[in-house]
């Protein structure tokens, strides 16, 4: 008997949402064929835009289309937040409080994973529709502006009931009371604003914070990591950016010790070969790719005239075959 509840406990800590989750806000926008997911990179760009996640040859960009949900309350909690004190003291006095369950009605907080910024509603409009306002990342999480209420796209969910993974919703902005809507633009790249057209979304699971805490110290997807040479103190690298420029050969690779095993150009994000959990725990026989921290690069093998060679490629000539590898526990496994 306990067994059976502890077993249904384990079930609704992936079936449901909850704080400290990570999600990915899939759509189909409406003049697009394809299932795009909303992205952000915050260095040199704050405004938002879709990553086109249904492209099988080309690989997506999925470490950029991860969302954190940091904080879920009432719109009637919301509003005494904000006129009381601002949301960084809450957040903090929050600090020691329970995983919370996420439902329909909700004002959500949706913290992007890889910058650490807050997806926003922005005053500004560079958009044709000039109703709408341009949607970003921001720093802080001060007033409305970052805050946007969730409900439910289906009859099949109603106002109050828990928010499910892979539930269809419709995402609005407390500050402009505006739908996140995504469009695509002259240049063929999807982009988002916060406008009075409505846009359905798809809640992706990525990772579960509940899991997260309760198996500390196992591998993720979207962990950084170095790879070590055996039991030697070495460490898979790419050339300096001196070397590189002089070599000419960007996928260049080398073992090397020392100051090299401290730097950055030595780091690898493991990415699951697949969408939804991409961030669950890594097992073995799990195909995965690795990304070059600093390059953007993906660890290859890949076969010319001489046979096969291990290198570094970009993203458009990533294929499947050449970047997947699977997880073995020895050579003869």
Wanted: a neutral charge.
């Amino acid at each position: 008997m306990a067994d059976e509840q502890m077993m249904g406990a384990e079930a609704d800590d992936i079936q449901f949402i909850r704080t400290e989750d990570h999600i990915c806000l899939s759509c189909v926008p409406a003049s697009a064929i394809k299932r795009m997911a909303l992205s952000g990179d915050a260095f040199g760009n704050r405004m938002c835009f879709l990553e086109d996640i249904s492209n099988e040859v080309c690989c997506p960009d999925l470490a950029s289309c991860v969302f954190a949900l940091e904080q879920a309350v009432s719109v009637r909690a919301l509003q005494e937040m904000v006129n009381t004190t601002s949301t960084e003291q809450s957040s903090a006095s929050q600090g020691g409080q329970t995983y919370r369950t996420l439902l329909y009605g909700h004002a959500v907080l949706l913290r992007h994973y890889r910058s650490q910024m807050y997806l926003s509603c922005l005053s500004t409009s560079t958009s044709n529709d000039k109703l709408a306002f341009d949607v970003g990342l921001k720093e802080d999480a001060q007033g409305e502006s970052c805050w946007w209420t969730i409900h439910p796209a289906s009859k099949q969910r109603s106002e109050g009931e828990k928010v499910r993974f892979n539930d269809d919703v419709i995402l609005v902005s407390v500050f402009s009371e505006r739908y996140l809507h995504a469009y695509m633009s002259s240049s063929e790249r999807g982009r988002v604003n916060a406008s009075f057209r409505q846009q359905v979304w798809s809640l992706v699971p990525i990772s579960s914070g509940v899991a997260r805490v309760k198996n500390p110290g196992f591998v993720i997807g979207g962990d950084v990591l170095r790879l070590t040479h055996g039991n030697m103190d070495h460490c898979v690298t790419t050339p300096p950016p001196s070397d590189s420029q002089v070599v000419d050969d960007s996928g260049s690779l080398f073992i090397k010790g020392g100051a090299a095993c401290h730097q950055a150009r030595s780091l690898w994000r493991v990415e699951y070969f697949k969408t939804k959990w991409y961030s669950g725990f890594v097992g073995w026989s799990s195909l995965i790719r690795l990304r070059h921290i600093t390059s953007g690069l993906y660890l290859a093998i890949i076969i010319d005239e001489s046979g096969p060679k291990v290198t570094c490629i970009s993203k458009k000539k990533a294929s499947p075959i050449a970047v997947t590898f699977e997880m073995k526990m020895s050579k003869v496994s």
